[in-house]
T-cell receptor, first 113, second 120 residues
Framework: DGGITQSPKYLFRKEGQNVTLSCEQN?????MYWYRQDPGQGLRLIYY???????QKGDIAEGYSVSREKKESFPLTVTSAQKNPTAFYLC????????????FGPGTRLTVL | AQTVTQSQPEMSVQEAETVTLSCTYD???????LFWYKQPPSRQMILVIR??????QNATENRFSVNFQKAAKSFSLKISDSQLGDAAMYFC?????????????????FGKGTLLTVNP
């Protein structure tokens, strides 16, 4: 079964700690994305990557970092510099190109204690 | 910058009836794509339907159809024969069709969502 997996489903972090959220896809998609969702809000783009070893900042990249060493993997690190990290994080992927629909993973709920 | 507005924070419908969710957007571009995504309580975003702006014909997927009014920048979603499983948050999203340096045309811009309740 092809799809996008995110782990863990729930994540708790103490203030001042970095934490990494996993996103893996076996759809052979070129492009991958990270979005953040806050209560009562739509999704906002954090980072995206169109190809291995390349990525660009989205609208709210401050306090986050990513890597894209493999086509199927796009991990997101939430650093201690992120002032309000408690949120729901969604990973998505698409075939490279302007036509393509983005498909989403099940998400990770991050809570800072 | 593009914006997407969903003016109905909540809607309700009786099972088997029809409901329409509204979405308006603001853009200066002539070529773009519009989407409706559904987010059930599991919180996974599921694509419902998509529309290419250059197509005049409204998209349809089974019980889901859109009313795309390009001049009015309106993109409403109609759900026919509503089912209990349709209960979810629905998001309207915009994506540019133009390439830009850094590939920002790939970004989806979302509205704040409409929570749909289906009453038995």
């Amino acid at each position: 079964d092809g799809g996008i997996t995110q782990s863990p489903k729930y994540l708790f972090r103490k203030e001042g700690q970095n934490v990494t959220l996993s996103c893996e896809q076996n759809l052979n998609h070129d492009a991958m994305y990270w979005y953040r969702q806050d209560p009562g809000q739509g999704l906002r783009l954090i980072y995206y990557s169109q190809i291995v070893n390349d990525f660009q900042k989205g609208d709210i990249a401050e306090g986050y970092s990513v890597s894209r060493e493999k086509k199927e993997s796009f991990p997101l690190t939430v650093t201690s510099a992120q002032k309000n990290p408690t949120a729901f994080y969604l990973c998505a992927s698409s075939i490279k190109g302007s036509m393509d629909t983005q498909y989403f993973g099940p998400g990770t709920r991050l809570t800072v204690l | 910058a593009q914006t997407v507005t969903q003016s109905q924070p909540e809607m309700s419908v009786q099972e088997a009836e029809t409901v329409t969710l509204s979405c308006t957007y603001d853009t200066s571009e002539s070529d773009y794509y519009l989407f409706w995504y559904k987010q059930p309580p599991s919180r996974q975003m599921i694509l419902v339907i998509r529309q290419e702006a250059y197509k005049q014909q409204n998209a349809t997927e089974n019980r889901f159809s859109v009313n795309f009014q390009k001049a009015a920048k309106s993109f409403s979603l109609k759900i026919s024969d509503s089912q209990l499983g349709d209960a979810a948050m629905y998001f309207c999203a915009y994506r540019s069709a133009y390439g830009r340096s850094g590939g920002s045309n790939y970004k989806l811009t979302f509205g704040k969502g409409t929570l749909l309740t289906v009453n038995p």
